[in-house]
């Protein structure tokens, strides 16, 4: 079977993605969800600036659906869909609900994809699909057949969080198609700057973190965010969003070890299952791109 490059390229930055507990966690305790994602996104545009308005010009010249778009990744999927998901974990003191209910997000954008992009997912992507779905339900909870789901607030900003990720995964491959990555990369940091700010306002919360919270914000922003989103769009260039949104899912595997690994916490004989039936399906999916969905035009040159 051909491996396609591409989809190896966004499972590795999901991969990276995962790491995210080993900084984010940590902060969690001293420094609100708003004020990291802000931060975030201020060492991100900075290290972005040279891009800006290359990106600005390519996106404006494409037109409004494009801009649309763009503001959709950064606005929606990069800042809201973070704050949201933070909250729901270490605001309200629930880490069981918005693992269950963040389960559905491949299938907002496999929805998604269908609808904006006009992907029709081939027959063999549904062994895939059906297997991703079990396998991360197995990975995420630890009782996977007496599942526990409470709290109206948690469990809205979990699947807020989960439908804005699963359509930042199909506006960002409908970006990919017309612009350059490093573009989208830079479009997607661009507009998340703004929604991150007018969240401090709406949430009422600092900007700032203290010296040191902020030097681990820059390092979390240097590896999950500008490192990670940048092979992410590269590949996402040459790969469909349905297939993409199941590579992600390299993301939670790498996330459960880290959890592991680092932190000590324990997994029931469901969950190692789960891994590696998550990681098997992410490393068996990097087949030809049309093996999984119907294939797309060529991209117009920006």
């Known amino acids: 079977m051909k491996r396609s490059f591409g989809i190896v390229v966004v499972a590795f930055a999901a991969a990276l993605w995962g790491l995210d507990a080993l900084i984010r966690g940590p902060l969690a305790s001293t420094t609100t969800p708003a004020t990291i994602v802000f931060g975030e996104h201020l060492v991100l545009v900075v290290l972005t600036l040279p891009l800006a308005a290359g990106a600005l010009a390519a996106v404006f010249r494409l037109g409004w659906r494009h801009l649309l778009a763009a503001v959709a990744v950064g606005a929606g999927a990069s800042a809201v869909a973070t704050i949201l998901f933070t909250e729901a974990l270490f605001t309200h003191n629930d880490f069981v609900t918005p693992v269950v209910l963040q389960k559905v997000q491949p299938v907002f954008a496999v929805l998604g994809a269908m609808v904006v992009l006009d992907e029709r997912p081939g027959r063999r992507y549904v062994p895939y699909f059906v297997a991703a ?90 590896v999950t965010g500008f490192a990670a989103m940048f092979l992410y769009y590269y590949g996402l260039r040459s790969t469909p969003a349905v297939a993409a949104t199941l590579a992600e899912l390299a993301f939670p595997v790498t996330a459960v070890l880290v959890g592991y690994l680092k932190f000590g916490q324990t997994l029931s004989g469901w969950q190692w299952f789960g891994v590696a039936l998550t990681s098997t399906i992410v490393a068996l999916l990097p087949a030809r791109p049309q093996d999984v969905a119907a294939p797309i035009g060529a991209p117009v040159p920006a």
């Open 133 to 222: 779905l079990a396998g991360t339900w197995f990975m995420g909870v630890p009782h996977p057949f007496h599942p526990e789901a409470h709290g109206l607030a948690t469990m809205s900003y979990a699947l807020g969080a989960a439908l804005l990720w699963g359509l930042g995964t199909v506006f960002g491959r409908y970006l990919a198609r017309d612009l350059r990555f490093e573009h989208v990369t830079t479009l997607r940091f661009l507009f998340g700057l703004p929604a991150s700010a007018i969240a401090l306002l709406v949430l009422g919360v600092p900007a700032f973190a203290s010296w040191h919270d902020s030097g681990w914000i820059t390092v979390l922003a240097l």
